[in-house]
């Protein structure tokens, strides 16, 4: 595949000012994209023919959120993000832990990923990509720019080191409703190894929300542990009464689609569609807006 000079030019832009948030070497930040610290040199002289495959390119455009200019989708700041966005400024400033539970589609995981390109020392964990215990431990290590090649013991100890010794991390565990049970006990240990000198956020939906309700009520060892870790009660933004919820999405849909659509006439009838219930009731999200969005201007 023949990647354009210009994807290339972005990728490496949103490389080198990513950099500025990263408080490990420059041997870490560069493992943490898979290349080596000599390449990262090259590319801070303003090179970029024949220094990294096309999948590589592409892999880091994907890191980045890279994208190409005719599916370009803009952040807004709504009450979900501002509420994301307050909470890990708090995990960091103090060194606490906090989880965000709250419905799907309301843009949870994109505040999770412009955080953590945003501010320093702010790293998130897709764990819908890492359930089992070796995946997650892994995954952690690589977003750290640690080694991922050795003993789980030796990996994990490198983990606890480095989040102890940079300045004011925060582990942002997205999707962590996906972690297998061995997974989940190890952010308990993380958590014992670097208490306040690291900030922990868990985000989930319901999938989180029952892992604590059935593992709290059976007892299962780790779950209560880790409630009270994590602040002992969930945040969460989308009311319960039906008239303020329908009323919150009308405000979120139409917040997003107001950065995203260029012609301001059509969005009241685009939030229309987007809120559509299906047969159950539930109100649609910004998966559907996005989509509504892409199929109007095909």
């Given amino acids: 595949m023949e990647l354009t ?19 490990g070497s420059n041997q870490q930040y560069a493992k943490k994209f898979g290349f ?7 590319l801070k002289k303003g090179e970029i023919d024949g220094l990294l495959g096309s999948s590589k390119w592409l892999s880091i455009g994907r890191a980045l959120n890279i994208q190409a200019k005719d599916q370009k989708w803009n952040l807004a700041r709504t009450k979900v993000f501002e509420a994301i966005e307050e909470d890990v400024i708090n995990c960091q400033k103090h ?12 843009g949870k995981s994109a505040a999770a990923k412009y ?80 208490e306040y000198n690291c900030g922990f956020y868990l985000i989930g939906a319901d999938g989180l929300r029952e892992k604590f309700k059935k593992g709290i009520a059976s ?8 409630f009270s870790r994590f602040g002992s009660r969930y945040m969460s ?10 009323a919150f999405y009308r405000k979120l849909v139409t917040d997003v689609l107001s950065v995203n659509v260029q012609d301001k006439s059509k969005i009241p009838q685009l939030v229309t569609k987007c809120l559509a219930s299906d047969l159950e009731g539930d109100i649609a999200g ?13």
């Fill in 5 to 23: 000079a210009e994807y290339k030019q972005k990728v490496s832009a949103a490389l080198l000012q990513g950099r500025e948030n990263f408080g």
């Fill in 36 to 42: 080596t610290a000599s390449v990262y040199s090259r």
């Fill in 95 to 106: 060194g606490i832990s906090l989880m965000y539970v709250d419905e799907c589609e309301i």
């Fill in 115 to 194: 955080l953590a390109q945003a501010m320093k020392n702010v790293f998130r964990i897709d764990c819908s990509q890492c359930k089992a215990k070796t995946q997650f431990i892994k995954a952690i290590a690589a977003e750290l720019g640690l080694e991922t090649v050795g003993r789980i013991a030796d990996i994990k100890a490198e983990i606890k080191y480095c989040i102890n010794i940079l300045h004011k991390p925060v582990l942002i565990f997205d999707e962590a409703g996906d972690l297998e049970y061995k997974a989940f006990l190890e952010i308990k240990e993380l958590w014992n190894a670097a």
């Fill in 219 to 226: 007892k299962k060892v780790g779950f209560r542990e880790n």
């Fill in 237 to 246: 933004t989308v009311p319960k009464q039906k008239e303020e919820k329908m």
């Fill in 286 to 298: 910004l998966r559907r807006a996005k989509y509504l969005v892409q199929l109007q201007s095909a």
